[in-house]
């Protein structure tokens, strides 16, 4: 049969993003994939060098809405640690809640758009409507439902008052936990749905760790990779995380992680209100920071890394932002390579792909030497390894 | 019968007004139950005939890519069917308007029309999106006639005759519904899937899948032609509804003995209607949207096996 | 006249588009499909195709890449069409502006009928913002 090309996207009802998948088909098989994208660069990396270290999370809390609360966390723990700078502990534990809870709202949010693109409108109804009381306890915390605004560098902007809404904040996670495990016995039972997700998408072990996949698209294929685990930041190594990891690899082994990491996330809350303890919730920054520093938080997509180049004025240098679909993007060929159309969009779905975290630039470009220097990975490894030396890594 | 009555009949009862109407009114009820199972409220009942009045108002684009006939006569292929159905099935008498030997036969042909008009559409549409929902629609079409040619001639075998009519008399004769002897269950269940696949509700909703092919075949069309898609679809609802109900559950046939049994069997009969279009809804509510390939071995074994288990058991006498 | 008028005020059929969005202002949008706020009780549709269209919401600043396509978008839509802004980004390039990618807010690319303000906006904001366009068509 001859090679037809089926365009997925750019400007497509499945996905909410314009990408654009190149679908080489033969019939109705899958022969090759080619992904083109860039479609939503807004060359975010080139204002960040324009704001102060005090304006950039506002700038990087809108890379992505879904991932609204990691990517500030990100880029604050990057400055941080370029300047040493100590965040005091209730500062620690405010930024682990609402990180957790901003976990369950994403994996709900994917869940409706995962059933959506099966066909299955109902449940992807239920989800959403599970995910407005996770919308109210946002707004009744911080104020707003989608943009939070808490971070600044030293620690958080604004304070909670626990024991007013420790209760509010209990009641919503109780109600909607039985709903949740009642929809997740549904997706897992429900013979069309298994029909349309299991054996789908697989990435096995191998090619896992080729691509160097994170998040739960990685613990769906059996790798153990978790950045709270790892390498804990914030309050984790106080509060704990049980991570749960499949060995299947195919979409359906990745919607499971994702219900148990919504069920983890909300034990994880109710451990952290109870040892939340009093105390300052920002340190003041005497002077700018000088020096690199890099931030890894683990995002509900994976792992996110910023990379920050500090002067000691508050405008800095250069950052740096690597999203977690950056790495697991590629790995969509093995994947979907020997399917058919029909089951391209849950597979790119399953993946969770966030393309607005995704269009960053590659390269580095100097402004004042006008060229071209590239941190590779191993650069960035060696640094992430607390390499205290940060000049010696520049080429 | 005379000139004006065939015209009153054709336009007015039962045909394209009356058709018409109780179609649209069906798409509300089927997009109500739709958004209840969802936990919504579902929109007014007015919804569907305002959306028909305001497609007919926008502007009719034909593509440039498009084959101009074939794009603008493909929508009337299905429309046609639509208009000549009602006239064949009964409706308050046993008889209907046109009755003739082998109508049950011509009743198969012209339900396989809407199917085939946008299979046409599709393709002439000059859009790729367009060609796959047609190979789809194609795909679709060849699986699911299989089973449903095998249920009707389970009835044709059960009643002994190939009218309409006849189904309709025998089973009021005999004083029970198809539906309750086993093999005329058993060809029910075919007929029923088969009847979800023709209406493209899921877990078959495969030739518009809007998250995989954008719009299908339908993607080219907009305001008048696009009109007359919904338009058909919504009189198809009716009419597959309305033929089962006559092939299995009696007939929409109002008893005139008396005036206790008119009342009775009128009310009767909207609950048969009414039932089964409930029941077509809560499936396709509940159901996610199976693969193509799935749907073709769905069809091509199980439901034909089925269908064929049905026409065994008439032999048996059963 | 009248009754057509009716019509399209009471099925307005809605595609939507992003132009390089953050997906907030997205989210938004398919939260207000949900049971909570529930706008199919108003007639109003997310359609697949653009040809099913009569108002065309926008999100995102518009950058290089998308700008040629939106207005290809547009002129696939049949009269009457209206369009939405959404999002301060749509209106005004938001905090993005200065970045040496975005085209421009998406009034200098289609001509738009309604702003709807908000970082992002309510989708009480957004149910809102579509009663005001459909206004416009009578």
Redesign the interface.
């Known amino acids: 049969m001859p090679e037809?090309?089926?365009?997925i996207g750019p400007y497509?009802?499945?996905l909410k993003e314009p990408e654009f998948f190149q679908l080489i088909v033969e019939g109705?098989k899958i022969v090759d994939v080619k992904m083109r994208m860039g479609y939503i660069h807004r060359g975010i990396e080139f204002l960040a060098s324009k704001k102060t270290i005090h304006q950039i999370p506002v700038l990087v809390e809108r890379i992505c809405g879904i991932c609204s609360h990691c990517h500030p966390t990100c880029f604050c723990q990057a400055v941080e640690d370029a300047g040493d700078i100590e965040v005091p502990d209730r500062a620690r534990y405010i930024r682990t809640i609402i990180a957790e809870l901003e976990r369950i709202h994403s994996h709900l949010l994917w869940a409706g758009v995962a059933?959506?693109?099966?066909?299955?409108?109902?449940?992807f109804?239920?989800f959403w409507?599970y995910r407005e009381p996770v919308c109210n306890l946002f707004e009744l915390l911080t104020g707003n439902r989608q943009n939070y605004a808490m971070e600044c560098v030293g620690g958080v902007r604004r304070d909670i008052d626990f024991k007013m809404s420790k209760d509010k904040i209990l009641k919503v996670l109780s109600e909607i936990k039985p709903a949740i495990l009642r929809l997740a016995n549904s997706i897992a039972e429900?013979p069309?749905?298994k029909?349309?997700m299991v054996g789908i998408g697989v990435l096995s072990q191998h090619d896992a760790r080729k691509y160097c996949v994170v998040g739960p698209t990685a613990r769906g294929s059996g790798l153990k990779i978790d950045v709270r685990i790892c390498e804990p930041y914030d309050a984790y190594k106080e509060v704990g995380v049980d991570m749960k990891v499949f060995t299947e690899g195919d979409a359906m082994a990745r919607t499971l992680v994702r219900i148990h990491e919504v069920l983890e996330s909300m034990e994880i809350i109710g451990r952290a209100i109870d040892a939340i303890p009093n105390g300052p919730i920002q340190v003041e920054l005497k002077e700018p920071p000088k020096g690199e520093g890099v931030g890894k938080v683990e995002a509900p997509r994976g792992e996110d890394i910023h990379y920050v180049a500090l002067n000691g004025t508050v405008i800095p240098e250069r950052l740096k932002v690597r999203a977690p679909s950056y790495v697991n993007l590629p790995s969509l060929t093995p994947q979907l390579i020997g399917h058919?159309?029909?089951?391209?969009?849950i597979i790119i779905g399953a993946v969770d792909p966030c393309m607005s975290c995704t269009d960053r630039m590659v390269s580095i470009v100097d402004r004042k030497r006008n060229d071209k220097v590239i941190l590779s990975l191993e650069e960035l490894a060696q640094f992430g390894r607390k390499n205290k030396n940060p000049l010696k890594v520049r080429r | 019968m005379n000139l004006v009555e065939v015209i009153l009949s054709v336009f007015l009862f039962p045909g394209f007004i009356f058709t018409s109407n109780i179609g649209l009114f069906f798409a509300w009820v089927n997009?109500k139950i739709?958004?209840r199972?969802?936990?919504?409220?579902?929109?007014?009942i007015?919804?569907p005939w305002?959306?028909i009045?305001?497609l007919l108002?926008?502007?009719?684009?034909i593509p440039s890519t498009a084959h101009k006939a074939a794009f603008i006569l493909a929508p009337m292929i299905g429309f046609t069917a639509t208009f000549v159905v009602p006239l064949m099935l009964p409706i308050v008498y046993s008889a209907p308007v046109f009755s003739f030997l082998g109508d049950l036969i011509v009743l198969v042909y012209l339900l396989a029309l809407p199917g085939i008009a946008l299979m046409v559409g599709g393709s002439a549409s000059g859009n790729?999106y367009g060609s796959?929902g047609s190979s789809r629609e194609m795909m679709l079409l060849l699986s699911y006639e299989l089973p449903f040619i095998i249920a009707i001639f389970t009835v044709v075998a059960k009643v002994g005759g190939l009218s309409i009519t006849g189904v309709v008399e025998h089973q009021i004769e005999s004083g029970t519904c198809l539906f309750f002897t086993a093999s005329g269950f058993l060809a029910f269940i075919a007929a029923f899937a088969s009847s979800l696949a023709k209406l493209s509700l899921?877990?078959f909703?495969i030739p518009d899948?809007?998250?995989?092919?954008?719009?299908g075949p339908?993607?080219?069309?907009?305001?008048g032609l696009?009109a007359i898609f919904k338009l058909t679809h919504a009189m198809l609802l009716c009419i597959l509804t309305w033929t089962l109900v006559t092939l299995f559950f009696g007939g929409l046939v109002v008893d005139f003995t008396s005036q206790v049994t008119v009342v009775a069997s009128s009310v009767l009969c909207v609950v048969k209607l009414v039932g089964l279009l409930f029941v077509v809804s809560i499936v396709h509510?509940?159901?996610?949207?199976?693969?193509?390939?799935?749907t073709l071995k769905f069809f091509w074994l199980y439901l034909t096996a089925i269908a064929c288990g049905g026409l065994i058991m008439v032999f048996l006498g059963w | 006249m009248g009754?057509?008028n009716?019509?399209?005020k009471?099925?307005p059929w809605v595609f939507h588009f992003n132009s390089g969005s953050c997906n907030n202002c997205d989210i938004e949008l398919i939260d207000v499909l949900?049971?909570r706020y529930?706008v199919?009780?108003f007639?109003i549709l997310l359609?697949?195709?653009i040809?099913?269209a009569?108002l065309l919401i926008v999100t995102g600043p518009v950058n290089k890449q998308a700008a040629p396509r939106l207005k290809r978008v547009y002129e696939?839509m049949?009269?009457?069409k209206l369009v939405m802004a959404l999002g301060t980004c749509a209106i005004s390039r938001g905090i993005f502006d200065g970045s040496y990618t975005i085209v421009g807010p998406v009034d200098q690319i289609v001509p738009v009928d309604v702003f709807v303000p908000g970082c992002p906006p309510r989708p009480e904001a957004i149910i809102d913002g579509v009663v005001k366009a459909l206004a416009k068509l009578g």
């Open positions: 037809t090309i089926i365009p497509h009802p499945a109705e059933a959506h693109l099966i066909g299955y409108d109902t449940l109804m239920y409507r429900d069309v749905v029909a349309r058919d159309i029909a089951d391209a969009p | 997009r739709l958004a199972l969802q936990w919504r409220v579902g929109p007014p007015y919804q305002v959306d009045l305001k108002s926008k502007q009719t684009i790729p796959v899921n877990p909703e899948a809007k998250t995989e092919i954008v719009a339908y993607t080219e069309y907009s305001g696009l509510g509940i159901n996610p949207r199976a693969r193509i390939d799935q | 009754l057509i009716l019509a399209r009471k099925s949900t049971p529930d199919e009780r007639g359609q697949g195709s040809r099913h009569d696939q049949p009269r009457p």
